[in-house]
């Protein structure tokens, strides 16, 4: 058996763009040489490691079995490159997941002095809800995730990253934004803008809130904080949110927010593939989130 770095590199990459088309476009090949690579790769294993779906390659469990050890070699052939390069730099690229709320109002800063530690610039940050940054971590796609939501996974590590505080706003034209000592019956009957399925920020309004309410309903589903900020300005309906996503607003006024008798606080988790190969960059970022602390700001 003679497998190469390179056809271990071409099956990594049709995993995450499912096509020989946007492959071979990834990695400067032509398609018939990525189709060549994988057929041989293929043929020295014994086994078909995609199933062809309408033109698209669909990780088996034959794939799904070589990815994890795929990627690790990979990975440990960019420490063999900068392994003899001067002062022990840190090398090579981390691609980071972040759910809405760390994504836009965490990882700048988190990455900001990543790189002033550190001196490492080639980051990737992936901003989406929490349920696609699981399966992305599953795909080997991202090297952590950093996210909101409580996860439920098998194969994923899970570590504790620090803890949010949510709030409930309103519009200051709203019936309860000029209303004090509020108690959850207040939210009777009462309209909402939450995010999509999948997303940390609406699993917390329906395990904390939602429960202790008899009527309520979904007046939108927006997949964005600033969407649901602007509806709730212009007195759509109730909004909970982080309060990092939405303190500029409640400073400006736009929006007002409502105090509730609860524990309103949700932890953040770090999230890495229990199989993934953690280099030397990975190790270092894990720890640095570790000890890192959230500025002030906003």
């Known amino acids: 058996m003679n497998i190469t770095l390179k056809q271990l590199k071409v099956f990594a990459t049709i995993t995450q763009h499912k096509t020989l088309t946007v492959s071979a476009e990834k990695l400067f090949l032509s398609k018939a040489a990525v189709s060549l690579s994988l057929a041989e790769l293929e043929r020295q294993l014994g086994h078909s490691l995609f199933d062809r779906v309408n033109n698209r390659l669909v990780l088996n469990q034959e794939g799904k079995r070589l990815l994890p050890l795929a990627d690790e070699l990979l990975h440990r052939t960019e420490d063999i490159g900068s392994l003899f390069q001067a002062n022990d730099a840190l090398n090579g690229e981390l691609k980071v997941g972040a759910s809405d709320t760390i994504g836009n109002q965490v990882a700048p800063y988190l990455l900001r002095d990543f790189r002033l530690q550190t001196q490492h610039h080639h980051q990737g940050l992936f901003i989406s809800n929490t349920a696609l940054i699981c ?15 409580k996860v439920q996974s098998d194969q994923l590590i899970m570590q504790e990253w620090g803890q949010d505080e949510m709030c409930v706003v309103c519009s200051p034209d709203h019936p309860l934004a000029q209303q004090s000592n509020l108690r959850i019956s207040d939210l009777e009957s009462s309209e909402w803008l939450l995010r999509e399925p999948g997303s940390g920020t609406r699993e917390f309004f329906l395990r904390t809130i939602a429960p202790r309410l008899e009527n309520w309903h979904e007046a939108f589903q ?77």
């Open 135 to 149: 399966q992305k971590l599953m795909d080997y796609q991202l090297d952590i995730g950093l996210v909101e939501g």
């Open 222 to 298: 927006l997949n964005t904080t600033e969407a649901i900020l602007n509806s709730t300005t212009a007195n759509l309906g109730l909004a909970c949110l982080s309060r990092l996503a939405a303190q500029s607003a409640i400073n400006s006024k736009r929006v007002i927010e409502i105090p509730l008798p609860l524990d309103m606080t949700r932890r953040f988790w770090l999230l890495v593939h229990k199989e993934k190969y953690q280099s030397p960059l990975l190790k270092t970022f894990i720890q640095f989130c570790s000890d890192w602390k959230l500025p002030k700001h906003g």
